[in-house]
């Protein structure tokens, strides 16, 4: 087998608190993530569905599934990037996400995309 992988994707995170749509008296943070995923194998490929696994800082667990992301099911060539942002509301001023994209390559190959851990907190309150 060659070096590069046939199915692979990278998945790069930036985050954001976003002020001016929480609410820290109600218990409601919200936070901007923007997503970047790469193309890195040898395989065209179309994210179908992903699935995020969000917890709070109590430990409360929400999972979310659903089908493509931002309302599309990008198709990505060896090499091509698609970027989107979504938000997250949480109950608490720290939180994380995780998740996978579900894939099916050109050939008909399903696979996934981890999305590696990732923080979301309000500015200052991790040390």
């Not at 194998?41 to 800082?57: E, F, K, P, Y």
């Not at 493509?68 to 990505?76: A, D, E, R, S």
């Not at 994380?96 to 050109?106: D, L």
């Amino acid at each position: 087998m060659a070096a590069a992988k046939k199915y692979e994707i990278a998945v790069e995170v930036a985050t954001q608190y976003l002020p001016e749509q929480s609410d820290p008296a109600e218990a409601r943070y919200f936070f901007a993530y923007t997503i970047r995923i790469a193309n890195i194998g040898s395989v065209a490929a179309q994210l179908i569905a992903r699935h995020w696994i969000i917890t709070d800082a109590t430990g409360k667990v929400e999972e979310v599934r659903g089908l493509g992301v931002v309302g599309q099911q990008p198709f990505l060539k060896p090499g091509e990037t698609f970027e989107y942002t979504s938000g997250c509301p949480l109950a608490t001023p720290v939180g994380t996400m995780k998740g996978s994209y579900q894939m099916v390559a050109e050939d008909g190959t399903r696979f996934e995309a981890e999305i590696s851990e990732f923080v979301l907190a309000m500015p200052r309150t991790l040390h």
